[in-house]
């Protein structure tokens, strides 16, 4: 029933800059921690960023802080992770998770790659 969809993944140089957005449906949105995960291939799935379900709250993994911003808008169920600076590095696949109580959903995530 629930359905996260990512956007915004591409192709980037390094110092580039991309907005990754989820939006939910199917959801009471501002019930959830909204998380943005990245997988890169060989490497375990790491926590990116982190936002409270009404948004006055948020966590980052210490590689992004500075340098990414995660933000949401309860009223459109959606929430973005802006990404500047990027480095190559930051290269993975990144997904929008959704937790809240025994619950935990999942996008399909979305390629980022950042390359010379």
């Known amino acids: 029933q629930v359905q996260l969809v990512e956007s915004g993944g591409d192709l980037v140089q390094p110092g580039g800059s991309l907005r990754l957005s989820c939006a939910a449906s199917?959801?009471?949105?501002?019930?959830?921690?909204m998380v943005w995960y990245r997988q890169a291939p060989g490497k375990q799935r790491e926590l990116v960023a982190a936002?409270?379900?009404?948004?006055?709250?948020?966590n980052y993994v210490d590689s992004v802080k500075g340098r990414f911003t995660i933000s949401r808008d309860n009223a459109k169920n959606t929430v973005d992770l802006q990404m500047n600076s990027l480095k190559p590095e930051d290269t993975a696949v990144y997904y929008c998770?959704?937790?809240?109580?025994?619950?935990?959903?999942w996008g399909q995530g979305t390629q980022v790659t950042v390359s010379s």
């Open positions: 936002i409270s379900p009404g948004g006055d709250s948020t």
């Open positions: 199917r959801i009471i949105f501002s019930l959830y921690v």
């Open positions: 998770n959704a937790g809240g109580g025994q619950k935990n959903y």
